[in-house]
């Protein structure tokens, strides 16, 4: 249930790509993306990143090409 309003406000902010570096915490966003595509409910596209500093350097870089904001997703390690 959480993670459809987070994909939800991802959406009313215009999110368009979500730059990710995914772990295990992020199961229930996974899963909530797949019964959307089911729906075919829009979401942010997904950009898989190798490494956190990677995602965060390209949601900096799409930022400095457009102008336009975009989120980042990173795992921590417990």
Not at 44 to 66: D, F, K, S
Request: hydrophobic share 40%.
């Amino acid at each position: 249930m959480t993670a459809s309003y987070w994909l939800e406000a991802m959406n009313e902010m215009g999110i368009d790509y979500l730059f990710c570096n995914m772990g295990t915490d992020h199961a229930p966003i996974i899963e909530t993306m797949a019964q959307w595509r089911k729906e075919g409910r829009k979401y942010p596209q997904v950009i898989l990143c190798p490494h956190e500093n990677t995602a965060v350097h390209m949601a900096i870089g799409y930022y400095r090409a457009t102008g336009r904001a975009q989120a980042v997703l990173v795992h921590v390690d417990a």
